[in-house]
């Protein structure tokens, strides 16, 4: 099974970039379509990008097209989200998971039972 560590998070100003980043290990992480999701203070968690295991297909929130890229190196088992153009409202913890269904497509994208540790964005006004 997947595990993964998601790191990059910090503060910085509206505008600003971050790139965050999600080191895979423990399965067959080349094989699984990855997510990344994110919760605010206060809100349920929600989906915000996700990639197919080969990283030709991806998809994403209406709230971050155009700001955000998901790319993936499955030769490093590592998925990134690119941030541009940041926004106050894209404060929160950002966390990184794998298709719990195992597959290698986007959709249907099953969220997982257990959660990493998540990384911080707190994006300043």
């Known amino acids: 099974q997947v595990q993964v560590v998601e790191s990059g998070g910090g503060l910085v100003q509206a505008g600003g970039s971050l790139r965050l980043s999600c080191a895979a290990s423990?399965?067959?992480?080349?094989?699984?379509?990855m997510g990344w999701f994110r919760q605010g203070p206060g809100k349920e968690r929600e989906f915000v990008a996700a990639i197919n295991s080969s990283g030709g297909t991806t998809r994403y929130t209406d709230s971050v097209k155009g700001r955000f890229t998901i790319s993936r190196d499955n030769a490093k088992s590592t998925v990134y989200l690119q941030m541009n153009s940041l926004i106050p409202e894209d404060t929160a913890v950002y966390y990184c998971?794998?298709?719990?269904?195992?597959?290698?497509?986007?959709?249907?994208?099953?969220?997982?039972?257990?959660w990493g540790q998540g990384t911080q964005v707190t994006v300043s006004s």
């Open positions: 998971a794998p298709n719990a269904r195992g597959s290698a497509t986007i959709l249907p994208f099953a969220r997982p039972a257990y």
């Open positions: 423990g399965g067959a992480f080349s094989t699984v379509a």
